[in-house]
């Protein structure tokens, strides 16, 4: 069992950055790979970025790539979403997820543990 945490989400114009965090309690938060996925009003939840493990591996969305980046602190429980040049259709719910000995996976279905989420709003 683990216990997801998102951070970080608020309002922001248009070409500028946030930083989601997602902190981790429970289990070893190594043997997780983790996601961020994001929701907006009306559409389904959909796949951003994973990592992997030992942070080897990450995946990303074409709309995010050179944009965000996915990254862990496996000392700290905790897995970040660097997000630059923020778009309005960024606008959305975020939330981290954890896969029980995952590779890092794009497949809502293959993950275990879900946060609460975080708004993201991007201001046009």
């Known amino acids: 069992q683990v216990q997801l945490v998102e951070s970080g989400g608020g309002l922001v114009q248009a070409g500028g950055s946030l930083r989601l965090s997602c902190a981790a309690s429970?289990?070893?938060?190594?043997?997780?790979?983790m996601g961020w996925f994001r929701q907006a009003p009306g559409k389904e939840r959909a796949f951003v970025a994973a990592?992997?493990?030992?942070?080897?591996?990450?995946y990303y969305t074409d709309s995010v790539k050179g944009r965000f980046t996915i990254s862990r602190d496996n000392a700290k429980n905790t897995v970040y979403l660097q997000m630059n040049s923020l778009k309005p259709e960024d606008t959305a719910v975020y939330y981290c997820?954890?896969?029980?000995?995952?590779?890092?996976?794009?497949?809502?279905?293959?993950?275990?543990?879900w946060g609460q989420g975080t708004q993201v709003t991007v201001s046009s």
């Open positions: 990592i992997s493990r030992s942070s080897g591996i990450t």
């Open positions: 429970g289990r070893i938060f190594s043997i997780y790979a």
């Open positions: 997820a954890a896969d029980y000995l995952g590779l890092g996976s794009l497949k809502i279905n293959d993950y275990d543990y």
